[in-house]
C-alpha cells in the first residue's frame, strides 16, 4: 500500500518556465512533508519542507504548497534552470520515519 | 562541517564474503538511519538508531547487520549476501529522531552520497 503517490515519472520543462512536480498521499497521520532532489549516484539533498499547519513555504526559487484537504502537495520551481534537472522526491513523516514518493525526473531543457 | 560520509563508494562482493558499510556525521545528530535504494525506485528504510540505540528494524533479514559505535558512526555488516541484495545503500542522519511530534524541522533528514554494492 503505497502511502505516498507521485503519479508522474517524468516531466519536461523548458528553461525559464516553471516546473510543477506533484504528489499525494493517503495517510491524513502525516504532519509533516518535505522534497529532496537527487542527482545520479549521489545521496538526496534535501530542498524544502512544509509543516501540516501550513499551505504555503516558499525558500528562493522553490514553493511547497500544501492542501490538506486534497492530501496533496506540489512543489514549484521558478524559473526552472538546467541545474534542476534531476529526481524529485516528496516524503512525509510518519511515525518515526519518513514515507518516500516514487521519485519524477525533472528535465529542463535549454 | 555538515555533511554525511560514506565509505566506501562502491563495493563488490561475493555471495560469501563479509563486509562492512562506514557512515560519519559529525552535525551532533541524535538519529541515523540506513536506507536502501534500487534503480527508479524510493529509498526504503532498513534501520534507525536513536541516541545510540536500535529502534526500528524493517524486517530486514540477518544477514545485514547493523551497530552503531558512537553518536557520529554508524556501521551495515554485510554477510552471504544474494544478488537481490546489490543496490546503493543511503546513510541519513537528523538531529532527533523522526517522530510523529516536536519540532519539526529538526527531524529533517540529510543522506550520504551511497555506498553502490554489487553482489555476484
Known amino acids: 500500500d503505497q502511502q505516498v503517490k507521485q503519479n508522474s515519472p517524468s516531466l519536461s520543462v523548458q528553461e525559464g518556465r516553471i516546473s510543477i512536480l506533484n504528489c499525494d498521499y493517503t495517510?491524513?497521520?502525516?504532519?509533516?512533508f518535505l522534497w529532496y532532489k537527487k542527482y545520479p549516484a549521489e545521496g538526496p539533498t534535501f530542498l524544502i519542507s512544509?509543516?501540516?499547519?501550513?499551505d504555503k513555504n516558499e525558500d528562493g526559487r522553490f514553493t511547497v504548497f500544501l492542501n490538506k484537504s486534497a492530501k496533496h502537495l506540489s512543489l514549484h520551481i521558478v524559473p526552472s534552470q538546467p541545474g534542476d534537472s534531476a529526481v524529485y522526491f516528496c516524503?512525509?513523516?510518519?511515525?518515526?520515519?519518513?514515507?518516500f514518493g516514487q521519485g519524477t525526473r525533472l528535465t529542463i531543457n535549454p | 562541517d555538515t555533511e554525511v560520509t560514506q565509505t566506501p563508494k562502491h563495493l563488490v562482493m561475493g555471495m560469501t564474503n563479509k563486509k562492512s558499510l562506514k557512515c560519519e556525521q559529525h552535525?551532533?545528530?541524535?538519529?541515523m538511519y540506513w536506507y536502501k535504494q534500487k534503480a527508479k525506485k524510493p529509498p526504503e528504510l532498513m534501520f534507525v538508531?536513536?541516541?545510540?540505540?536500535?529502534?526500528i528494524n524493517e524486517s530486514v533479514p540477518s544477514r545485514f547487520s547493523p551497530e552503531c559505535p558512537n553518536s557520529s558512526l554508524l556501521n551495515l555488516h554485510l554477510h552471504a549476501l544474494q544478488p537481490e541484495d546489490s543496490a546503493l545503500y543511503l546513510c541519513?542522519?537528523?538531529?532527533?529522531?523522526?517522530?510523529?511530534?516536536?519540532?519539526?524541522?529538526?527531524?529533517?533528514?540529510?543522506f550520504g552520497p551511497g555506498t553502490r554494492l554489487t553482489v555476484l
Open positions: 541519513a542522519s537528523s538531529h532527533q529522531p523522526t517522530a510523529a511530534s516536536g519540532r519539526a524541522s529538526r527531524n529533517e533528514q540529510f
Open positions: 552535525m551532533g545528530h541524535r538519529a
Open positions: 512544509i509543516s501540516s499547519i501550513k
Open positions: 516524503a512525509a513523516r510518519g511515525a518515526q520515519k519518513l514515507v
Open positions: 538508531y536513536s541516541y545510540e540505540k536500535l529502534s
Open positions: 495517510n491524513s497521520m502525516f504532519d509533516y
